[in-house]
């Protein structure tokens, strides 16, 4: 359910081929940003709007966590968070690459409506379990990113420990936790699908918004 979604989180460049194919430096540490709750949609086999006139359109797929408690310093991941899906941020890059340069915020660029699809969330056991397979994201039957979270600069544990320390972290907040190289355009007709562990999870079709 995507019900009572309080604060979305965000890594960037939380992979580091993904940094160096956009040409960024690799952080020391984690870098967060957020999108409004209002981002969030379902990634369940339906349409989903995106922005047509504003330059071009990138996805980005993400394991995705889901907050069960309120943070304490020194609490493990397995007791904090208690499920998992899969997302896609998107981001407008052309207007992300404006307002890099004047030092904005990147709220324009990745705070749009629909901007934060995520499937349906599952029960989080362990990482390890999560580790033992790839995601991936399929753009038109044909596969554009593979990534697997122990490829992670900041592990699961790093990023609740960073967020957590200097935002909080509460039942309802959820992580996009960074992706992996390949990111690229899509345009309204493009069919996306996102896959675990080699089976389809969901899949949505672009259109254009109004």
């Given amino acids: 359910m995507l ?21 960024n430096a690799v952080p020391d540490e984690p870098m967060i940003f957020m999108k ?16 047509s006139t504003q330059g ?63 499937t349906e969330f599952q029960a989080f056991t362990d990482v390890d379990s999560l ?8 753009k038109n039957g044909e596969e554009v990113q593979r990534g697997n979270i122990r490829n992670m600069i900041f592990d699961l544990q790093t990023i609740v420990d960073y967020v957590g320390q200097h935002y909080g972290l509460g039942e309802g907040d959820v992580i996009f936790t960074g992706t992996p190289e390949g990111v690229g355009s899509t345009v309204a007709g493009d069919v996306l699908e996102l896959t675990w562990n080699g089976e389809s999870v969901s899949q949505c079709t672009i259109v254009a918004a109004n």
């Avoid at 019900?3 to 040409?23: D, F, M, P, Q, S």
């Fill in 3 to 23: 019900t009572n979604i309080r604060n979305v989180y965000c890594v960037g460049r939380n992979y580091k081929l993904h940094a160096e194919e956009l040409g």
């Fill in 36 to 51: 409004p709750s209002h981002a969030v949609v379902p990634l369940n086999g339906e349409t989903i709007a995106l922005p």
């Fill in 56 to 118: 071009e359109v990138h996805y980005e797929a993400e394991l995705v966590i889901r907050i069960g408690q309120n943070y304490q310093p020194g609490i493990s991941i397995v007791n904090l968070v208690d499920a998992y899906a899969f997302g896609i941020d998107f981001t407008l890059r052309d207007v992300q690459s404006v307002i890099k340069e004047k030092g904005h915020p990147w709220t324009a660029a990745k705070g749009f409506k629909n901007s934060a699809p995520i």
């Fill in 131 to 138: 580790q033992k397979a790839d995601f991936t994201l399929n």
